[in-house]
T-cell receptor, first 114, second 116 residues
Framework: GQSLEQPSEVTAVEGAIVQINCTYQ??????LSWYQQHDGGAPTFLSY????GLEETGRFSSFLSRSDSYGYLLLQELQMKDSASYFC???????????????FGTGTLLAVQP | DGGITQSPKYLFRKEGQNVTLSCEQN?????MYWYRQDPGQGLRLIYY???????QKGDIAEGYSVSREKKESFPLTVTSAQKNPTAFYLC???????????????FGAGTRLSVL
C-alpha cells in the first residue's frame, strides 16, 4: 500500500520558521508535491521535488530524501495568512503506463499566532 | 478567465436519491479528477480521467459513477449505494506531463454534500 503521514497540527508565531514533515511508505513515486488549503477552500499548489534536495520558491522551500522516505515543507517569515492546512502528495509510479494521479497525505493544520 | 467551476456549492440528498455534481474546466487540460474530503482529513481519489470517453477508479469508487463525454466536463454522480455521502467534494484538472515533470492539479471551489 501507499501512505503519507503528516503531523495533524503545528503551531508557530508570526515571523518564525516552521517545518512540516511528510513520511511515506510507497513502492515508488515520481515526485513529491505540496498543496495549501485554506479552511473550506480549494487546495493550491506550492512546491514540487522530483529529485532529492531542496527546492526554494520565495518564502516556501521543500525538501526530499528518497533514501529516508521523508520530505518536508519549510515556511519562513510566517504571516497570519499562512494559517491553513498543508498536504504532501506523491505521484505513484505506474508501470502499466503514465498516470497523473496523486496520493495525498493526511494533512497538517498550521496555526500562526500573533 | 480560465479555471475550474464546480456547481452547486451546496447540495442536499434525500435517502435513496442519486445526485450529480458538475465540474467544468476551460484550461484545455486532458486529465480530470474527483476527490472526497471528510472533516480534518486528506483528499481521497474517487475517479480520474486522462482522456475523453475513458476513466479509472480511484481508491474509493464504490457508490459513485462518472462520465467524460467532453474534454471540458467530468460530472460525478453520487448514487444511493453510497451510504455515507456527506463530505466536501473537490474536482481538479491537470495536463499530462512527463514522469519527472511537475504534476500541478488545479482545483475547483468544491461542493458540500449533506444528507437530509
Amino acid at each position: 500500500g501507499q501512505s503519507l503521514e503528516q503531523p495533524s497540527e503545528v503551531t508557530a508565531v508570526e515571523g518564525a520558521i516552521v517545518q512540516i514533515n511528510c513520511t511515506y511508505q510507497t513502492s515508488g513515486f515520481y515526485g513529491l508535491s505540496w498543496y495549501q488549503q485554506h479552511d473550506g477552500g480549494a487546495p493550491t499548489f506550492l512546491s514540487y521535488n522530483a529529485l532529492d534536495g531542496l527546492e526554494e520558491t520565495g518564502r516556501f522551500s521543500s525538501f526530499l530524501s528518497r533514501s529516508d522516505s521523508y520530505g518536508y515543507l519549510l515556511l519562513q517569515e510566517l504571516q497570519m495568512k499562512d494559517s491553513a492546512s498543508y498536504f504532501c502528495a506523491a505521484r505513484p509510479q505506474d508501470y502499466g503506463g503514465a498516470t497523473n494521479k496523486l496520493i495525498f497525505g493526511t494533512g497538517t493544520l498550521l496555526a500562526v499566532q500573533p | 478567465d480560465g479555471g475550474i467551476t464546480q456547481s452547486p456549492k451546496y447540495l442536499f440528498r434525500k435517502e435513496g436519491q442519486n445526485v450529480t455534481l458538475s465540474c467544468e474546466q476551460n484550461l484545455n487540460h486532458d486529465a480530470m479528477y474527483w476527490y472526497r474530503q471528510d472533516p480534518g482529513q486528506g483528499l481521497r481519489l474517487i475517479y480520474y480521467s486522462q482522456i475523453v470517453n475513458d476513466f479509472q477508479k480511484g481508491d474509493i469508487a464504490e457508490g459513485y459513477s462518472v462520465s467524460r463525454e467532453k474534454k471540458e466536463s467530468f460530472p460525478l454522480t453520487v448514487t444511493s449505494a453510497q451510504k455515507n455521502p456527506t463530505a466536501f467534494y473537490l474536482c481538479a484538472s491537470s495536463t499530462l506531463p512527463g514522469r519527472l515533470a511537475k504534476n500541478i492539479q488545479y482545483f475547483g471551489a468544491g461542493t458540500r454534500l449533506s444528507v437530509l
